[in-house]
């Protein structure tokens, strides 16, 4: 089943311990991207990538680090995790150019930070 | 990205179709129209997208006004599993040109399906 599965689903941390959501997509995609949603503001981008070791900022990249070393992985690593990051994040992926603007989800990581 | 306006909330029946308006008085030529749908839980799903004529899917129909500043994404039958949030979202599909797939979402229209 085509799908883009992210890890952990919920998790509660303290600030300023280091933590990495991953995500894995398995279509194949080039394009790969991380959202954050928050009530009231929608969803936000964070990080893209248009290919292996190509990455590059969104919207709200402050705080957040990515990486790409393969094509269907694209971890999202939150150095030292602050109250504010308290969100639910979203990874996405898209075969890019041959069905522009579709977008498969991943079901989304709670992430708390007291 | 040019912006669109939906409604908060709509109610329909089940089993009757359900109609969703977008307006969006200020697409420009190059904008696609894409709608999304998020269930509880869940993230966002792909519905369908749009340029000028009309649409369908196996999900739903998407009518565009012929000017273009408004569209109506149809469920042709909603059933309890349609119970989610849809956005309407523009796209100016140049963007693609420099790689960054990126969607710009609102807070969309939620939709409560009554038994």
């Known amino acids: 089943e085509a799908q883009v599965t992210q890890n952990p689903r919920y998790l509660i941390t303290v600030t300023g311990k280091k933590l990495t959501v991953t995500c894995s997509q398995n279509?194949?995609?080039?394009?790969m991207s991380w959202y954050r949603q928050d009530p009231g503001l929608g969803l936000r981008q964070i990080y893209y990538?248009?290919?292996?070791?190509?990455?590059d900022k969104g919207d709200v990249p402050e705080g957040y680090k990515v990486s790409r070393k393969e094509k269907r992985n694209f971890p999202l690593i939150l150095e030292s995790p602050s109250p504010n990051q308290t969100s639910l994040y979203f990874c996405a992926s898209s075969p890019r150019g041959l069905a522009p603007g579709e977008l498969f989800f991943g079901e989304g990581s709670r992430l708390t930070v007291l | 990205d040019a912006k669109t306006t939906q409604p908060n909330s709509m109610e329909s029946n089940e089993e009757e179709p359900v109609h969703l308006p977008c307006n969006h008085s200020t697409i420009s030529g190059t904008d696609y129209i894409h709608w999304y749908r998020q269930l509880p839980s869940q993230g966002p799903e792909y519905v369908i997208h749009?340029?000028?004529s009309n649409v369908n899917n196996r999900m739903a129909s998407l009518a565009i006004a012929e000017d273009r500043k408004s569209s109506t994404l149809i469920l042709h039958r909603a059933t309890l599993r349609d119970a989610a949030v849809y956005y309407c979202?523009?796209?100016?599909?140049?963007?693609?040109?420099?790689?960054?797939?990126?969607?710009?979402f609102g807070t969309g229209t939620r939709l409560t399906i009554i038994p």
């Open positions: 749009g340029l000028t």
């Open positions: 279509m194949n995609h080039e394009y």
């Open positions: 990538s248009m290919n292996v070791e190509v990455t």
């Open positions: 979202i523009l796209r100016d599909e140049r963007e693609s040109n420099f790689g960054n797939e990126k969607l710009t």
